[in-house]
């Protein structure tokens, strides 16, 4: 009797210590998928980063789509694919654009993504100093990189040729300086993001803009 009820009892002992095993093996398995998750989720978010296109001035609704249309085209000319599930790649990164102010956007096309603000770069276009004024609104939760308005005759520079073909091709006219200037712009981002690839640090990303304020090779 001694014997069935020691058996018994020790048979009862185990049970929820198995349980309570069988629970936090469950529970660990968890934590590790949901800590991989995380980290996939994480480099695939690093991977890609958002760029506001702001343009001042005057006419912005016009100058604000035209703009865009020069950054796209530099966005797909190196790194992009068929597929695209972002606005295009610079520096071999992601890249997500979001027309700049927003109720300036209702002439712009050709976008897929939707970033939301704050980017984490803003470009803004314009002369002075409605451009310095509106730089400051953004400098607080983004970096802001400004881009000077491309000089009268600039589209007569030596190599420029090359570029307003490809414009040619792709929207049809002949670019605008807006075009011009935001295409010179994403090419210098292009520049700066590649080393590094993404926008941090973002003081190595302002020298790399920096090295090329005085141009680029169209």
Do not use: C
């Not at 984490?120 to 607080?140: L, N, W």
């Amino acid at each position: 009797m001694s014997i069935r009820l020691t058996r018994l009892l020790g048979f009862r002992l185990q049970r929820p210590f198995t349980i309570t095993e069988t629970v936090l093996g469950r529970i660990r398995h968890s934590v590790v998928a949901a800590t991989l998750w995380i980290a996939l989720t994480g480099i695939a978010s690093a991977h890609s980063f958002t760029v506001g296109l702001l343009v001042v001035g005057e006419d912005v609704d016009a100058s604000l789509a035209e703009a865009v249309r020069g950054f796209l085209l530099a966005a797909d000319e190196r790194d992009g694919h068929a597929n695209e599930t972002s606005d295009g790649h610079l520096g071999g990164v992601d890249v997500q654009l979001l027309p700049l102010p927003r109720d300036a956007a209702g002439l712009v096309e050709g976008l897929f993504g939707t970033p939301d603000e704050p980017t984490d770069v803003v470009i803004v276009i314009g002369a002075e100093p409605a451009a310095s004024d509106a730089a400051r609104a953004y400098a607080s939760a983004s970096t802001v990189l400004r881009q000077f308005v491309l000089p009268d005759g600039w589209d007569s520079a030596d190599g420029t040729d090359g570029f307003v073909s490809r414009y040619r091709l792709a929207y049809g006219a002949a670019p605008g300086v807006m075009a011009g200037t935001a295409y010179h712009s994403a090419r210098r981002l292009d520049a700066a993001v590649r080393p590094l690839d993404g926008v941090v640090p973002k003081e190595a990303l302002l020298n790399a803009w920096r090295s090329t304020e005085s141009g680029l090779s169209w």
